[in-house]
């Protein structure tokens, strides 16, 4: 069974950024898509970033087009979520999935404040 932690979530000034990580443990992680959601309350979970099984292939958010960029290093079992340019509405908590499956991360927080 994969097990996914995810890292780096924190406050951050507005026009800062941020590297999260995600972990994975268990399973073949270099065969999954990976993709990185966020969620504010009261809102429904919503789809940044997914990253093909090799990396090459990646898709954004129109929202984050140009400010994030994900990642992976498939001998650390690690996707990244690098954000810059980040802005207040970008406060929410921010999870990892395997593509296409029910196997999420607990989530990081990320609050975008001054």
């Known amino acids: 069974q994969v097990r996914l932690v995810e890292s780096g979530g924190g406050l951050v000034q507005p026009g800062g950024s941020l590297r999260l990580s995600c972990e994975a443990s268990?399973?073949?992680?270099?065969?999954?898509?990976m993709t990185w959601y966020r969620q504010v309350p009261g809102k429904e979970r919503e789809l940044v970033a997914s990253?093909?099984?090799?990396?090459?292939?990646?898709t954004y958010a129109d929202a984050v087009k140009g400010r994030f960029t994900i990642s992976r290093d498939n001998a650390k079992k690690t996707v990244y979520l690098r954000m810059n340019s980040l802005k207040p509405e970008y406060t929410a908590v921010y999870y990892c999935n395997v593509f296409a499956t029910t196997i999420w991360g607990q989530g990081t927080l990320v609050t975008v404040s001054s």
């Open positions: 268990g399973g073949t992680f270099s065969i999954y898509s």
């Open positions: 990253i093909s099984s090799g990396g090459g292939d990646t």
